[in-house]
Structure formats: C-alpha cells, structure tokens
C-alpha cells in the first residue's frame, strides 16, 4: 500500500514513472556515478503527487541515497558551498536567537558563519561522516548524529532549527519534521529551505540531481502552507530565490528546449541568448531578481 510521507493519505496521483536503467545510465553518464546498490534492483522508480498537500514523491522509499553516494557527491567542489543565498536570508531571521540548531550542515559553513560572525551559540548535525570530520578539524562544533535520537534526548532545547536542502532528502517527511520541531523552544523558529519545483528546473528532463537516489520529495508553497494543517508551526513568512548567477546557463539552457522544434528559429534563438541575454543576465542583478530562481526559503514558528 502506498501512502503519503506526509499526510499517510492514499489519495495520489502516479504523475511519471523511472526506468531504473535509464536512471543508471544518466548517472553514469553525467556524474561518472554507479547508483545501481541504491536502487536495489526495481525495475521502476514512481513519481507521485498527494492530492491533499500537494507533495510530490517518490516511490519505493528504500531507495533514498547512502553515504556512498555522497560522498562520491562531495567530491564535485559545487555540492557544498560554503555561503548561498538563503545563508543570508536566514541571518536576519535568527538575530536575537541564542542556541540555533541546524540539520544537515554539511562541512559547517554556516555553523561556523554563526558562531564567529554573528556570536550566536550555534551547533550542527551531519550523517555524511567524511564531512563532519572535515568540519571538526576545523574547529566547527558540528555532530554524527540522528535527528531522531537527538530529539528524544534534547527536547525543547533549540530557539532555532535550520535545514537547508536537506528535507527534499528525506523519505519520512513528517517524522523528520516532528523531530525538529520536538527540539524546537514554544515559538522558537523552523528554518527551511528546498528547491521549488515550480521553478524553472522543472521544465529540465535530466534534472537527476531532483530524482532518486538524491531527492525522494519536491516541494512548493502550496505543500508547505499544508503544513500548517499536520503540525503544531505557523507559517511566518517565505522568500523566492532570484535566479542565481551561477544558475543562468541552466536557466537558459532549460528556456531554449521550450521553444518549437523549428531548425531555423532554434538557430537564431540560440545566437541572441549567447550574444545578448546571456551576458545581461549574468551581468545584472536586477535582471535575475525578475526570475524566479531554484530555492524556496520557509520560516515557520512553533505554535506552543
């Protein structure tokens, strides 16, 4: 039976379904990476969406990534920057904050961005072992420790949790969410951040880095204000991501597989996007701050 991570409802849509060796090959083929261990053997990989929150899924949920998968994933300098954008956002929500929480921390960037730059009494946990030594050799106060178990020990302990990119990870939403909010102060904040796929990574086919064994959920606005309905949080406020410098090539790359299947129109569109608009774009903040990027950043409080 097949239900909801979130709401353990069966009313779902199956909205794709994932050959297994097609994922393979694509791994292989993009990352250099073997994901076969991880998809234990299923012919298909489902993708559903909840009709009642709106969250989209996938499905077996054992096939969520290993720690060998990550850390083939570390190896790529861009997996985990050090500074992105909802860092920033986020400072200005946990000014004020004494003790912060934040699951899924990587090597620590932002545990340690907390505790030097803004003194804010902060500590990290991280399943990824390689990063959590990386992080403790310099000096960072981060932890290899389960959400859960922390939470059964250290209940009503934080003024903030962050998670970033991390809950799209998660196959077992809502426990993972209850954890948190378990160790979470009365009216102490809920910081998230997700890639919104109604961005314009969903009009990418390969996006594989947004399909297992990577990313077991999607998420947007919508799924989030369900929240509110399943757990003691109200939504306080959300921020879009402008679409990232870095992130513009894809953006456009993504714009050009929409246009119609016209040699001659592709082959002037393509001119002009290289020529003109690609360098306005990544040249003007302005610009990019007119599109909607890939991250959708979430603060909720805790209601008691």
Avoid at 26 to 49: G, R
Avoid at 75 to 92: I, L, N
Wanted: charged share 20%; proline share 5%; with cysteine.
């Amino acid at each position: 039976m097949i239900t909801s991570p979130l709401t353990h409802s069966q009313n779902l849509t199956l909205l794709k379904t994932f050959n297994t060796d097609q994922l393979i090959n694509d791994w292989k083929n993009i990352f250099n990476i073997d994901i076969t261990e991880e998809l234990h053997n299923y012919p298909e990989v489902y993708l559903f969406q909840c009709n009642e929150s709106k969250l989209r899924f996938f499905f077996p949920f054992d096939i969520a990534g290993s720690d060998k998968l990550y850390e083939q994933l570390e190896e790529f300098d861009w997996y985990y920057m050090p500074r992105k954008w909802e860092h920033d956002v986020a400072v200005e929500d946990l000014r004020g904050c004494n003790e912060v929480l934040e699951v899924g921390c990587g090597r620590g960037d932002f545990v340690q961005r907390l505790c030097q730059e803004e003194k804010i009494k902060t500590q990290g946990i991280e399943l990824n072992s390689i990063a959590v030594d990386y992080g403790q050799r310099h000096g960072v106060p981060i932890y290899q420790q389960d959400i859960h178990d922390l939470a059964a020990e250290k209940p009503n302990s934080f003024d903030a949790i962050c998670t970033f990119q991390v809950l799209e990870h998660i196959p077992d939403s809502i426990h993972f969410l209850e954890s948190m909010i378990q160790l979470l102060r009365p009216h102490g904040k809920l910081i998230i951040s997700v890639p919104n796929y109604l961005s314009f990574t969903r009009y990418c086919d390969k996006n594989l880095l947004d399909q297992p064994p990577h990313h077991m959920t999607q998420w947007s606005l919508t799924t989030f204000h369900s929240l509110t309905q399943l757990l003691p949080i109200k939504l306080e406020h959300y921020s879009y991501e402008p679409l990232a410098e870095y992130h513009v090539d894809w953006y456009l790359r993504t714009q050009i597989a929409r246009l119609p299947k016209i040699w001659a129109l592709s082959r002037i569109a393509n001119k002009a996007i290289q020529v003109f608009i690609k360098p306005l774009l990544k040249k003007s903040l302005f610009l990019r701050r007119l599109i909607t990027g890939h991250t959708i950043y979430i603060c909720f409080s805790k209601s008691c």
